[in-house]
């Protein structure tokens, strides 16, 4: 080895001169090479790459904490936040996540009880048809790290004025809104101006704060018909389109400065699944030639739709967008059809259970699709917020109705879905408003 005077040259030095070479000009290609590749990535929406490397992480035989870690690193890696909630005390500033925390004994009372001047769905009157226990009314959300403050009428409604309101979504969304009118009920009551009797679209006025609260219920958020040649049941097959939002509520959403959106019970059943018009295959069917796909996917596509469906309101300033995602359900003894129960009648602990298998599934197939929708909404200037109420409510087996939405003598499934009012659902609207007062300051 040869230097440029012909000089001959020690094999160290050879290797150093290489090394430089390669340090200088082929590890900064490198570099910008693996750049370029990694903003593609994340700038790609739809995720599906980080979906599979989830599923596959889920399903790893590995201790569970482990799984869920390993899952939810992956999405806080491309921006997943929580809400933060910031107190002043004194000089002092205080932040906390208000969504991680515990439930704790309230001796005090519930907010409203079933004799108040608000609407509740018989099949979440707990007390009404003789809940024997009351335990599930007394225990508040607590947050590691803060205080959540007890929900103020009164500055809800100030902060609301002459603003709209939209639940959107299935009867969990009208679980919400109901608790949400009860708690109001304390500072003032809302005229019903509904354009239907139909309960599950209803429209609530606040005259003296020309505030409204309308419900959409659209189960699966977008176009949906029953398609089963025998006829409609619990199982029977739906056409879904996957690209194409609900009328109901798409003709409708345009009136709300605020849109809080959910579901997730209604996409279990048989499917067939469509894009364009045409048919890309199903869920839990029997046709052939054509391809099975998990309900993951028609869930992903759901909020994906939906999500582009609101940042595409010819009006976007200003609009805030919250999820309230997947709420677990809690059958035990059995499955929902076949005996199963929810008889519990305290919480569980941080300790007794964690999110994981399909709720956990579902809960990060919705975070993935709202981050993609947070982006966009940064440009386009559209809030969107999480309402992330799932790791709380699954610690609440003791908050649904079970057998307590109908009289004794009525031989009727338990509900272990929707929850009980006065109850945890509750909680909601009081994290709600922690969100609505951040956003006003």
């Not at 992480?57 to 799984?67: A, C, G, I, R, Y």
């Not at 515990?102 to 519930?110: D, I, L």
């Not at 709202?370 to 909404?377: D, M, N, P, T, V």
Request: aromatic residues 12%; positive net charge.
């Amino acid at each position: 080895m040869k230097g440029g005077g012909g000089a001959e040259l020690p094999r160290w030095k050879y290797i150093y001169m290489l090394l430089e070479s390669f340090r200088k000009v082929v590890l900064p290609i490198l570099t910008l090479v693996l750049l370029v590749k990694i903003t593609f990535s994340s700038y790609n929406t739809t995720t599906d790459s980080l979906l599979q490397n989830l599923e596959t992480t889920l399903n790893k035989s590995v201790p569970f904490d482990q799984q869920k870690h390993e899952a939810i690193t992956q999405l806080q890696s491309v921006g997943i936040t929580s809400i933060n909630h910031s107190e002043k005390v004194g000089k002092k500033q205080q932040t906390c996540n208000i969504f991680v925390g515990k439930w704790v004994s309230y001796p005090n009372g519930p907010y409203y009880t079933n004799e108040t001047n608000c609407a509740i769905d018989d099949r979440q009157n707990c007390m009404k048809f003789g809940r024997p226990d009351r335990d599930f009314i007394h225990w508040r959300w607590k947050p590691d790290d803060c205080e959540l403050p007890l929900f103020d009428a009164m500055q809800f409604l100030e902060l609301v004025r002459d603003k709209t309101l939209a639940f959107v979504g299935d009867s969990l969304a009208r679980n919400q809104m109901q608790s949400l009118v009860c708690l109001l009920a304390s500072a003032a009551i809302p005229v019903d101006v509904s354009e239907t009797k139909d309960a599950r679209f209803r429209r609530w006025l606040y005259k003296d704060y020309n505030f409204a609260i309308i419900a959409l219920w659209s189960p699966q958020l977008i176009k949906s018909y029953e398609s089963d040649p025998n006829g409609y049941s619990y199982n029977s097959l739906m056409d879904l389109y996957l690209d194409e939002a609900d009328h109901v509520w798409a003709s409708q959403v345009h009136k709300a400065d605020t849109v809080i959106i959910s579901g997730g019970q209604w996409f279990f059943r048989p499917f067939l699944y469509y894009e364009n018009g045409q048919l890309i295959g199903c869920h839990k069917c029997n046709e052939k030639n054509t391809t099975k796909l998990s309900h993951y996917y028609g869930y992903r596509m759901a909020f994906r739709t939906a999500f582009k469906t609101l940042l595409n309101l010819k009006r976007l300033k200003s609009r805030l967008v919250i999820l309230r995602p997947f709420s677990p359900q809690h059958f035990e003894n059995g499955e929902w059809n076949k005996g199963g129960n929810c008889n519990r009648t305290r919480p569980f602990t941080n300790q007794d259970i964690k999110l994981d298998g399909y709720t956990l599934q579902m809960y990060l197939t919705q975070l993935e699709e709202f981050k993609a929708a947070q982006r966009e909404g940064n440009k386009r200037g559209v809030k969107f917020r999480l309402l992330d109420t799932s790791e709380a409510m699954l610690l609440r087996p003791d908050g649904h109705p079970n057998h307590y939405g109908h009289w004794p003598n009525e031989k009727k499934l338990a509900d272990c879905v929707h929850w009980c009012m006065p109850g945890p659902v509750d909680t909601w609207n009081e994290l709600l408003l922690s969100i609505l007062k951040m956003e006003a300051e």
